[in-house]
């Protein structure tokens, strides 16, 4: 079936790049997404990719996308304190309207 | 984007009764959907809400536990019934303005707990 895996945890730097990779199963996946959730708080779309591209930039955050390996990154760069939050990879199937299937998130400190 | 409310926020429910939430978006959207994210876990679909007609749900959940409606093209609710303390979750709203469009938003989500 589907899924999506994450790494749980990153710590960073204040000022320094900031790395969150994604792997998912699912070869048909039309896009595939980026959402932050703060502590009590919903889902931020940050950003998105279509699957044929390989590259989306936007301000500090890079998205980057191999197909072949299925795998997607987010890169943000100079990182603030701000940015501490979960990260939730989420992918989109063929024909899938609505349905998004997330990974587990990845907790991203960012130390001062 | 959409701007979208849910209420309540948050509640702690006594173990046998029902909650229900509604989730209000600022303007006209085709889809709305309902996702459960559990404690420490990732998010899963509950179902799609249909206007004018019943919600699609996913394998493992059933109308009877979490009815919904969806009376127009604003608005939805779902119910959690007779909830037991596995039911403690967050129930976030989902909704894309337009059927396989790109955009799925979601509002700030309800924080229940069953005791």
């Known amino acids: 079936g589907e899924d999506v895996e994450q790494s749980l945890f990153l710590s960073v730097r204040e000022g320094d790049s900031s790395v969150i990779n994604c792997t998912y199963t699912d070869s048909s996946s039309t896009y595939l997404y980026w959402y932050k959730q703060e502590p009590g708080a919903g889902l931020q779309l940050l950003t998105y990719?279509?699957?044929?591209?390989d590259m989306k930039q936007d301000q500090r955050l890079t998205v980057l996308l191999n197909k072949k390996d299925k795998h997607l990154s987010l890169r943000i760069a100079d990182t603030q304190t701000g940015d501490s939050a979960i990260y939730f990879c989420?992918?989109?199937?063929?024909?899938?309207?609505?349905?998004?299937?997330f990974g587990q998130g990845t907790t991203l400190q960012v130390k001062p | 984007s959409a701007v979208i409310s849910q209420k309540p926020s948050r509640d702690i429910c006594q173990r046998g009764t029902s909650l229900t939430i509604q989730c209000q978006v600022d303007s006209q959207v085709t889809m709305m959907f309902w996702y459960r994210q559990q404690p420490g876990q990732s998010l899963t679909l509950i179902a799609t809400?249909?206007?004018?007609?019943?919600?699609?749900?996913e394998s493992g959940f059933v109308i009877d536990k979490f009815p919904i409606s969806r009376p127009n093209l604003t608005f939805s609710t779902l119910t959690v019934s007779n909830m037991s303390p596995e039911d403690s979750s967050i129930y976030l709203c989902s909704v894309e303005k337009a059927a396989m469009n790109t955009e799925a938003f979601f509002g700030q989500g309800t924080r229940l707990t069953v005791v």
């Open positions: 990719i279509f699957s044929n591209m």
């Open positions: 809400a249909n206007q004018g007609s019943e919600a699609t749900y």
């Open positions: 989420a992918e989109r199937g063929l024909g899938n309207t609505g349905k998004l299937i």
